[in-house]
Nanobody, 125 residues
Framework: QVPLVESGGGLVQPGGSLRLSCAAS????????IGWFRQAPGKEREGVSC????????YYVDSVKGRFTISGDNGKSTVYLEMNSLVPEDTAVYYC??????????????????WGQGTQVTVSS
């Protein structure tokens, strides 16, 4: 199933919103934990949010708390990242990958072959 397929990025003005989608290509999403990561130009990839689709546990990095919401649609085998009140610092390529997601936090170790193409999010006026 990996790599997963990301979509929904685009160009948005500061304060705007986008909804990203993460799905398995041509099959069901057979992972309990799904995480969203982002990588801005010249920066390392960082974990943004994750969801455990079984326990419904969610995690958010401090910089997006209160602005981003992760959710899972088990019927569509899709995980979404709703991003509101976007700021220029949110500009990055966003990726999703299967990771552990529980009360201990978000798994950050992802094999290289798990990364998909990502989806570009640009926040600019």
């Amino acid at each position: 199933q990996v790599p997963l397929v990301e979509s929904g990025g685009g160009l948005v003005q500061p304060g705007g919103s986008l909804r990203l989608s993460c799905a398995a290509s041509g099959s069901s999403l057979n992972y309990y934990g799904i995480g969203w990561f982002r990588q801005a130009p010249g920066k390392e990839r960082e974990g943004v949010s994750c969801i455990n689709r079984a326990s419904k546990h969610t995690y958010y990095v401090d910089s997006v708390k209160g602005r981003f919401t992760i959710s899972g649609d088990n019927g569509k085998s899709t995980v979404y990242l709703e991003m509101n009140s976007l700021v220029p610092e949110d500009t990055a390529v966003y990726y999703c990958a299967p990771v552990p997601c529980d009360v201990q936090g978000m798994g950050l170790s992802v094999p290289d072959n798990y990364w998909g193409q990502g989806t570009q999010v640009t926040v600019s006026s």
